[in-house]
């Protein structure tokens, strides 16, 4: 039978996610989402700074699933937690990470799906409504909406979801008159339900985790066994050399101690572009 055919799954969000969720899982699982309300998930941090989020994204994001389980009295729960930071290439570009990790208290085991990218998000601080405009306008405005404040970016009079034009001047007029300096603070609203861009990576970290769901452990047939390391060390194509490419994969279970050394079956050596020696 598979383990989640008729299971209902609690996620809890005020932000709209299970519009990209539900649509995923449920038809390839067998299973029924419901969506958990009663509770400002905003109380486990913000992106604008104002409540900040203790512990790292996936601890934020266990908080959530277990939440939602106990306000369902449900065994299995979802949550998804996003971050916007760096890119970890060259630092100087936006990364949006997205995860959402499903708990089961009836499997003992926990599984996080992830989709990773380009972010979507900047921000100004500016006295002229024409470099607002074009700032806007810039961020995908007014389907990305924005968030105002005057004077600097930890300003505690916070204008969320900023959608229309009409309603942007208006909020920025009002944002100029309470700064000292005449100057507001514009920046993205990157929560889910304001942000088309993070919504659909929120659609990839779910099939990222329909996957995992998908993939059962050979020894005890829990759901979630995936990789969790590659081994560097395809031969060069040319010379034979070493690559950083991989050359082998670890699959590991989620919940019992298999694990697998399976090499990889797509190529047998690396371009030599990525070669030590060749490309020095």
């Not at 400002?40 to 900040?52: S, V, Y």
């Not at 929120?202 to 452990?217: N, P, T, V």
């Not at 298999?258 to 050596?269: G, K, N, W």
Request: hydrophobic share 35%; aromatic share 6%.
């Amino acid at each position: 039978m598979e383990p989640f055919a008729g299971q209902r799954i609690a996620l809890l969000t005020q932000h709209g996610k299970e519009a990209v969720i539900s649509p995923v899982l449920e038809p390839a699982l067998g299973c029924r989402v419901e969506l958990v309300t009663g509770y400002d998930t905003d109380q486990l941090g913000t992106f604008t700074r104002d409540i900040p989020r203790p512990g790292s994204q996936l601890e934020a994001a266990r908080r959530k699933a277990r939440m939602g389980m106990s306000l369902s009295g449900l065994p299995v729960g979802l949550a998804s937690e996003g971050s916007f930071a760096p890119d970890p290439f060259t630092g100087m570009f936006t990364w949006n990470v997205e995860m959402l990790v499903l708990i089961d208290d009836r499997l003992g085991l926990e599984v996080v799906g992830m989709a990773q990218g380009p972010g979507h998000a900047e921000q100004l601080l500016t006295d002229d409504w024409a470099a607002a405009l074009a700032f806007a306008q810039r961020m995908g405005f007014p389907a990305h909406q924005l968030v105002l404040r005057p004077q600097h970016d930890n300003d505690p009079r916070v204008h969320k979801g900023i959608g229309d034009e009409a309603t942007l001047k208006t909020v920025f007029d009002q944002c100029q008159g309470m700064a000292d300096d005449g100057k507001v603070f514009l920046e993205s609203d990157l929560r889910a339900c304001a942000h088309p861009s993070r919504m659909a990576r929120i659609g990839e970290a779910a099939r990222d985790l329909l996957q995992r769901l998908q993939s059962a452990c050979p020894a005890c047939q829990a759901p979630g066994f995936w990789i969790t390391t590659r081994e560097p060390g395809l031969p060069c194509e040319q010379c034979g050399t070493p690559t950083r490419q991989y050359r082998a994969e670890t699959w590991r279970c989620v919940r019992c101690p298999h694990e697998e050394r399976r090499p990889r079956t797509d190529r047998q050596t690396a371009d030599a572009q990525h070669c030590p020696h060749c490309n020095p």
